[in-house]
């Protein structure tokens, strides 16, 4: 029902900072959560951060304070604004969406896009 592409996407250097979209289509994202997701190689996939319909944010802990996450339902998007990057940040990020908000488990999220590298050079 939900397309989703994510861009922006890079290699930047530690401290750097990128802009992550996810693009909808095929349904209106306003009233639904939409979350990052992210995996390093060799690791598996773990929660970033969501929003919810009303714009309500969550953060885990190891971005709080650095990452942004936004929605701009005008142009049915949604933005993780990455700041203060660390090596450790080096992924390929997901956006995905599902209905209820507040869960960090992957598999209660319907609709994912099919990623976009994030590299930060030390």
């Known amino acids: 029902q939900v397309q989703l592409v994510e861009s922006g996407g890079g290699l930047v250097q530690v401290g750097g900072s990128l802009r992550l979209s996810c693009a909808a289509s095929?349904?209106?994202?306003?009233?639904?959560?939409v979350a990052w997701f992210r995996r390093a190689a060799g690791k598996e996939r773990v929660y970033v951060a969501s929003?919810?319909?009303?714009?309500?944010?969550i953060y885990t802990n190891s971005v709080k304070g650095r990452f942004t996450i936004s929605r701009d339902n005008a142009k049915n998007t949604v933005y993780l604004q990455m700041t203060s990057l660390q090596p450790e940040d080096t992924a390929v990020y997901y956006c995905?969406?599902?209905?209820?908000?507040?869960?960090?488990?992957?598999?209660?999220?319907?609709?994912w896009g099919q990623g976009t590298q994030v590299t930060v050079s030390s």
């Open positions: 995905a969406v599902g209905y209820k908000f507040g869960t960090e488990v992957s598999a209660d999220y319907h609709y």
């Open positions: 929003v919810s319909a009303s714009s309500s944010s």
């Open positions: 095929g349904r209106t994202l306003n009233y639904l959560v």
